[in-house]
């Protein structure tokens, strides 16, 4: 399967996975490509259910974790380096608008 993944700033890159990739597969393809540490990535899938990818754990498949080819997933990244262990909590832009 093919998503796409939409960082805050607006740039899209493509990740290329096979279809019983699970969310570790996922955060270390991204990783690789875009040079990110595993452990700060924040995902959050946009769909109808709007929510963060990593909720169930890294074990899970993707495709149970409703991302399919195609899925748009935005990327945000915890910068924090202090090892807090604060959550951010992010909401979709669809939800504010009437």
Excluded at 27 to 56: A, G, M, T, V
Aim: hydrophobic share 40%.
């Amino acid at each position: 399967m093919r998503v796409v993944v939409e960082i805050l700033t607006g740039s899209l890159f493509y990740i290329q996975l096979g279809n019983d990739a699970t969310v570790a597969d996922l955060k270390r393809e991204i990783c690789d490509q875009q040079k990110l540490p595993q452990d700060h990535l924040i995902l959050f899938l946009d769909n109808y259910q709007s929510r963060l990818i990593d909720e169930d754990g890294d074990g899970i498949s993707l495709i149970d974790c409703g991302i399919h080819d195609g899925s748009h997933i935005y990327l945000f990244f915890n910068p924090l380096k202090d090892g807090s262990t604060h959550l951010f909590v992010f909401a979709s832009p669809d939800l504010f608008l009437g």
